[in-house]
């Protein structure tokens, strides 16, 4: 069984609106999350939808250049699960996570 570690780096720059920074595959483990709030002072807002729900995980005030880890665990994802945020200001959100074949 070979699993596939991936990091991915996604760019918000839409405010005010919720936008999918993850989007879960059949097997998948999102190790980590960590959201970069680089010259920007933003609230940010991290939501779980498990296409039944949507569960607001955390929100927080950043401070300027400061980063946040909105899950202190790995988080099992289901199939087609999403991750979501909500900012105030531009952000970067890493992501890794395993995909099992």
């Not at 289901?78 to 200001?89: D, F, K, M, Q, Y």
């Amino acid at each position: 069984m070979a699993n596939n570690y991936i990091t991915e780096l996604v760019s918000v720059t839409t405010t005010g609106s919720n936008v999918v920074v993850f989007n879960a595959g059949e097997k998948s483990i999102v190790r980590d999350v960590m959201i970069y709030a680089k010259g920007t002072t933003p609230t940010v807002s991290v939501l779980f939808n498990d296409r039944t729900s949507t569960l607001v995980v955390a929100k927080e005030t950043m401070a300027t250049d400061a980063t946040f880890r909105p899950f202190a665990t790995p988080l099992a994802v289901p199939l087609s699960s999403e991750i979501i945020v909500n900012t105030s200001a531009e952000i970067n959100v890493l992501i890794t996570y395993v995909e099992f074949t």
